[in-house]
C-alpha cells in the first residue's frame, strides 16, 4: 500500500537529525546535561511502568505462541522462511546485540561483582560474583528482546500477511482510520521512529567506534585521539558503504554468518583454554539462577530504597531497546518472512538470548574464576576503563595478541553490519516501507550516520544524544500497546477468514468454525473432522 507521506518523512526526518545534532554539536556540555537530567527523571518516575511492561510483553509473545495463532504465517500460508536457520539468528544477534555484548559480556559481570545489584550481598565475594552472573543474564536475556519481538512480528504481519507497507503509521491505520482528525498526524508516527533510530545508531556507532579506538591502544599502543577515531570511523564507513551495496542477501547476509563463526570460534576457544568447568559450572548456575528467579527480577524495584542500580542498569537497558526497537524489529520483520508466529517467537524472543547468556557464563565466567583465585587486576581494570576490560582477560590467556586482534575484528565487523542495516532499515522508513529501498537512500542515510558520528565525536555530544534518543522510549511504549491491541484484532478476524474458507473450499457452510480449540489444525485434519463436527452441531441444535 503506497503511503504518500514518503518523501515528507525523508525529508521531515532528516531536517530534525540535523538540528538536534546541530544543537548537540554547538552546545554540547548544556544539551548533554539537560538530555540526561530529563532521562534520570523519567527513569526515576516511570521506572516501574518500563518493568511492567517489558514483562508483559514476553507474557503476550509467549501466550500468543501457545494460542491458535501460533501456525499462522508472517506471509502466504504456503509460503516458506527466506533465510536458513543459521544465517537468520546470525542477523538477529548483528542487528540486535552487535558491539555492546563483545564488551559487557565480560565487563558486566565484573562490574556488578565490584558493585552487586541493589546491595544485597557483599561486593567481591563468591556470593556476589553468583549474583553478577544472574543478574547480567537477566539485562541481556528474554526481556531485551521482548520489545525487538514485538515491533517485529507485528510488522512482519502486516507488511508479508497483509501486503502493506511495514511502517508503524500503516500497523496503526485501522485505529487512525475510525479518527480522521488524526490521520494528517500519522506520518509522525514513522518520523519518531526514524529520528529515535538514526540518533540510536549514530550513537552506538560513535560509542563503538571510541571503544575501538581504545581496544587499539591497549593492545597495539594506538593513541585516543580523535585524528585515529576518524580514521576508524572512515574504514568503518567504506565497509559499510560496500555492504549497502551488495544489498541485504550479500552484504548484511555475509557479513553476519561471519560474525556467528567469529563469536562461536572466540567462545569456544576461551571455553577450552580457560578454566572450563568452573566456565560450565557458571553457565548452568546462572541459567538455574536466572529461570528461578525470573519473575521477580522482571517485577522487583525499589520503592522504600534508593533506587539508583536499578535506574543504571535494568531500567535504562529496557528503555534504550524500546527506544531501539523500531529499528531492529523492522530489520527483524524484514529477514522473518514466512516462518510461523510460534517459531519467530521461539526463535527471535529465546534463541538470541541463549546466545547472549552462554557467551555471558563464558566469558564472564571466566574472568570471575581468575578474578577470585587471585585478584588479577580484572576488576580493578573494569572499573578504570571498561573499554579495555576484555583485551586485559585476553593479556592472562595464551595467543594474546590473536585473541585480541579476533576479538576488534569481531567489533569492527559489528559496527558495520549495525551501521549497513540500520541505512538500510532507515531507507526503508523513508521510503514508503518499501522491501527494496533505492541505492540512493541507503548511501544517504549511511553518509548522514557516519556525519552525526564524526561530529559528535569531534565535538563530545555522543553521551547528551544518546540520553536524548532513549528519552523518546516513553511515548513508544504506549505506540507498543496500541499496536499490539491492532495485532491480536487482526489475528481474531484472519483465523475467522482462513476457517470460513476453508470449509467454502471444501463446499461445507461455516457454520461451527467456531468450536475448533486451542490450536489450529492442519488443513487435512479439519477437513477430514469438519462434517462431523458440523453434524454434531446441528444435531444439538436441532434437538
Known sequence: MANPGGQRVFSVSAVLIIALVAVGAIFPERFGAGAESALASV????????????FGFVVFLLSLAFSKYGKIRLGPQDSSPSYS??????????????????????????????????????????????????????????????????????????????????????????????????????PALDVF??????????????????????????VFGVPESVLWQFIILFVMFLAYMASTWSGLDKGIKRLSNLNMILCIGLMLYVLITGPTLAILETVTLGLGD?????????????????NTWASTWTIFYWAWVIAWSPFVGTFVARVSRGRTIKEYVFGVLLVPPLLACLWIGVFGGAALHMELGG???????????ITVALFEMFALMPFTPVLSLVAICLIFIFLVTSADSASYIVAQMTDNGSINPPLYKRV????????????????????????????????FTFILYGMAY???????????????????????????????????????????RAPNVINRRINTRDN
Open 43 to 54: 527513569t526515576q518516575l516511570f521506572g516501574w511502568f518500563y518493568l511492567f511492561s517489558m
Open 85 to 186: 536457520f543459521f544465517s537468520w539468528v546470525s542477523m538477529l544477534l548483528a542487528a540486535g546485540f552487535g558491539v555492546g555484548l563483545v564488551f559487557y559480556g565480560m565487563a558486566e559481570p565484573m562490574s556488578h561483582y565490584i558493585e552487586p545489584p541493589y546491595g544485597d550481598v557483599e561486593a567481591e565475594t563468591t556470593a556476589a560474583a553468583r549474583y553478577a552472573i544472574q543478574y547480567s543474564y537477566f539485562n541481556w536475556g528474554v526481556h531485551q528482546w521482548a520489545a525487538f519481538s514485538l515491533v517485529g512480528l507485528i510488522i512482519a504481519y502486516f507488511q508479508f500477511r497483509k501486503g502493506q507497507a511495514g511502517l508503524v503509521s500503516s500497523v496503526l491505520s485501522s485505529v487512525t482510520a475510525k479518527y480522521p482528525k488524526a490521520r494528517p498526524y500519522a
Open 193 to 218: 521512529a526514524v529520528v529515535a533510530t538514526v540518533m540510536g545508531v549514530a550513537t552506538s556507532l560513535g560509542l563503538g567506534v571510541l571503544q575501538m579506538n581504545g581496544g587499539l591502544n591497549a
Open 290 to 306: 536466572y529461570l528461578q528467579n525470573f519473575i521477580g527480577m522482571s517485577l522487583r524495584i525499589s520503592p522504600y530504597s534508593d
Open 375 to 385: 585478584d588479577v587486576g580484572l576488576a580493578a581494570a573494569t572499573e578504570a576503563n
Open 444 to 475: 544517504v542515510w549511511g553518509v548522514l550516520i557516519a556525519a552525526i558520528c564524526l561530529t559528535l565525536i569531534a565535538a563530545g555530544g555522543l553521551t547528551g544524544l544518546q540520553s536524548a534518543a532513549v528519552l523518546s522510549a516513553l511515548p
Open 486 to 528: 491492532v495485532l491480536i484484532n487482526e489475528l481474531r478476524a484472519d483465523r475467522k477468514a482462513m476457517l470460513t474458507q476453508l470449509y467454502r473450499r471444501h463446499g461445507e457452510t461455516p457454520v461451527g468454525a467456531d468450536v475448533f480449540e486451542a490450536e489450529l489444525l492442519s488443513e487435512e485434519e479439519r477437513v477430514r
